[in-house]
T-cell receptor, first 116, second 114 residues
Framework: DTGVSQDPRHKITKRGQNVTFRCDPI?????LYWYRQTLGQGPEFLTY????????KSRLLSDRFSAERPKGSFSTLEIQRTEQGDSAMYLC??????????????FGPGTRLTVT | DQQVKQNSPSLSVQEGRISILNCDYT??????FLWYKKYPAEGPTFLIS?????DKNEDGRFTVFLNKSAKHLSLHIVPSQPGDSAVYFC?????????????FGEGTQLTVNP
């Protein structure tokens, strides 16, 4: 399967701990996006990369959040000093409009974070 | 502010009938619209999209209609099947101004009864 993968699928952590999630996009996709989804809501944009450059960050992304895509392939999202309000599904998506000619984003299965 | 809105949290239809899911948007910069389906504990799965230069796009049982003047789009599924039961999200993007990031609606839970 060459779709978007995310690791881990589930993470339970105590308030105040740091967590890091990984996303591996579809291999030829140069754009990578992070979204967050809470119960009963649609996904909300957090940040996106074009190759290794982080081009946009949402105001939702507080200074406790940092994302990287060091070689333009996989990406990591780190949350420092987690709070209970960080509990959500964290989704990664990738796309490559110049290759495919379309703007669809393909999502991974998500990482479910629970902060206790 | 909620730039993409799905006013119906749920919809129930009989197998074989048509399902119509609706979506409204407010941002006139949006020029590309997508529908995603989501099962519990999975990521959203892309279904169908439409550019603002079109008013209809069809793919098998799925058809998306866009009414730009009303800032309204709808997804028609016909015939509906029990396997279509899922949460459906409408999403929109402004391709030239925001890196194609997606703005999602709240979702509509579709239940197709056998």
């Amino acid at each position: 399967d060459t779709g978007v993968s995310q690791d881990p699928r589930h993470k339970i952590t105590k308030r105040g701990q740091n967590v890091t999630f990984r996303c591996d996009p579809i291999s030829e996709h140069n754009r990578l996006y992070w979204y967050r989804q809470t119960l009963g809501q649609g996904p909300e944009f957090l940040t996106y990369f074009q190759n290794e450059a982080q081009l946009e960050k949402s105001r939702l992304l507080s200074d406790r959040f940092s994302a990287e895509r060091p070689k333009g392939s996989f990406s990591t999202l780190e949350i420092q000093r987690t709070e209970q309000g960080d509990s959500a599904m964290y989704l990664c998506a990738s796309s490559s409009p110049w290759v495919s000619g379309s703007y669809e984003q393909y999502f991974g299965p998500g990482t479910r974070l629970t902060v206790t | 502010d909620q730039q993409v809105k799905q006013n119906s949290p749920s919809l129930s239809v009989q197998e074989g009938r048509i399902s119509i899911l609706n979506c409204d948007y407010t941002n006139s910069m949006f020029d590309y619209f997508l529908w995603y389906k989501k099962y519990p504990a999975e990521g959203p799965t892309f279904l169908i999209s439409i550019s603002s230069i079109k008013d209809k796009n069809e793919d098998g049982r799925f058809t998306v209609f866009l009414n730009k003047s009303a800032k309204h789009l709808s997804l028609h599924i016909v015939p509906s099947q029990p396997g279509d039961s899922a949460v459906y999200f409408c999403a929109a993007s402004a391709r030239e101004t925001s890196g194609s990031r997606l703005t999602f609606g709240e979702g509509t839970q579709l239940t197709v009864n056998p």
